[in-house]
C-alpha cells in the first residue's frame, strides 16, 4: 500500500524560509510528475508546484520566484524549498501525483506563517 509522508513544516515568521520533504513507500513515485499542494483552513486543496520525472518544473503565481521544487528519484523523495514566506502561505501542505492526485493523500505537515 502507498503510503505519503510529508515533513519540515512548522511556524516560521514572514520572511523566513522552510524547506518541505516528501517520501513515497510502496510505489513506483520517481515514474511520476509529483506536486506539492496546500489547503488554507476554509479552503480548496491547490497545486503549488510541480515537477516531472525529467525535471520540468512549473509554480502557481503566487509562489513563482519564492519556491522551488525539486526531487531525488533514487531517495524517491520530492522537495519544497519556500523562501519569503508571507502570512498567506499558512496552509497545511501535501504532495500527490499531477495532474491527477492519483494516490491516498498522507496526513499533510502545517506551515504557519506569522506576520
Known amino acids: 500500500q502507498v503510503q505519503l509522508v510529508e515533513s519540515g513544516g512548522g511556524l516560521v515568521q514572514a520572511g523566513g524560509s522552510l524547506r518541505l520533504s516528501c517520501t513515497a513507500s510502496g510505489s513506483r513515485f520517481s515514474l511520476n510528475a509529483v506536486g506539492w499542494y496546500r489547503q488554507a483552513p476554509g479552503k480548496q486543496r491547490d497545486l503549488v508546484a510541480a515537477i516531472t520525472r525529467g525535471g520540468i518544473t512549473n509554480y502557481a503565481d503566487s509562489v513563482k520566484g519564492r519556491f522551488t521544487i525539486s526531487r531525488d528519484n533514487a531517495e524517491n523523495t520530492v522537495y519544497l524549498q519556500m523562501n519569503s514566506l508571507k502570512p498567506e502561505d499558512t496552509a497545511v501542505y501535501y504532495c500527490?501525483?499531477?495532474?491527477?492526485?492519483?494516490?491516498?493523500w498522507g496526513k499533510g505537515t502545517l506551515v504557519t506563517v506569522a506576520s
Open positions: 500527490n501525483t499531477d495532474p491527477i492526485p492519483l494516490l491516498g
